[in-house]
T-cell receptor
Framework: GAGVSQSPSNKVTEKGKDVELRCDPI?????LYWYRQSLGQGLEFLIY????????KSGLPSDRFSAERTGGSVSTLTIQRTQQEDSAVYLC??????????FGPGTRLTVL | QKEVEQDPGPLSVPEGAIVSLNCTYS??????FMWYRQYSRKGPELLMY????GNKEDGRFTAQVDKSSKYISLFIRDSQPSDSATYLC???????????FGTGTRLTVIP
């Protein structure tokens, strides 16, 4: 079946604007993660959803970042008042039972 | 100090060479160890998964975990140009919600 999809694939925005990133997980996967991948920094955990609730938001770098998940499926990551240091690839992963995380292709965010 | 350390490379090898990729870590609670392969502009894909110490082989790939040294390795035999990618180690401790990743090693296999 289809894998994890993310949209947009690329987003260029001006500093101070808000952006919304979307993740469509694999159908039936109950857990969903957001990561950020910056050059030379590896993947940085942002937030974890189990169903529609987010028991672990510890990775969100500031209160400008928020995420929600509806219907146990689609998730959106919102970044308000974007800053240049927010430029990165934002990756979403969904998980069935077990530990394997299936990643989407990511959204490449560039803040000018 | 980062919890997971990985040499970013880049690493270039000729086709057919044996490749050794390594990570060290500081948290002795890590029990689940993974290697992901990430092609350019794609998301990471799981390559190998190991629980606790020991070796695991899958085709040309062998993963090793040495918990006493806090050191994990991925070996690629008979490397192919299609193996050119970034390889990320990742690990998790029991009860954790997320994976802890290394920075990734960029590998190029030259035909």
């Amino acid at each position: 079946g289809a894998g994890v999809s993310q949209s947009p694939s690329n987003k260029v925005t001006e500093k101070g604007k808000d952006v919304e990133l979307r993740c469509d997980p694999i159908s039936g996967h109950t857990a969903l993660y957001w990561y950020r991948q910056s050059l030379g920094q590896g993947l940085e955990f942002l937030i974890y959803f189990q169903g529609n609730s987010a028991p672990d938001k510890s990775g969100l770098p500031s209160d400008r970042f928020s995420a929600e998940r509806t219907g146990g499926s689609v998730s959106t990551l919102t970044i308000q008042r974007t800053q240049q240091e927010d430029s990165a690839v934002y990756l979403c992963a969904s998980i069935p039972a077990g530990n394997e995380q299936f990643f989407g292709p990511g959204t490449r965010l560039t803040v000018l | 100090q980062k919890e997971v350390e990985q040499d970013p490379g880049p690493l270039s090898v000729p086709e057919g060479a044996i490749v050794s990729l390594n990570c060290t870590y500081s948290n002795s609670a890590f029990q689940y160890f993974m290697w992901y392969r990430q092609y350019s502009r794609k998301g990471p894909e799981l390559l190998m998964y190991t629980y606790s110490s020991g070796n695991k082989e899958d085709g040309r790939f062998t993963a090793q975990v040495d918990k006493s040294s806090k050191y994990i390795s991925l070996f690629i035999r008979d490397s192919q140009p299609s193996d050119s990618a970034t390889y990320l180690c990742a690990m998790k401790y029991r009860g954790a919600n997320n994976l802890f990743f290394g920075t990734g090693t960029r590998l190029t296999v030259i035909p």
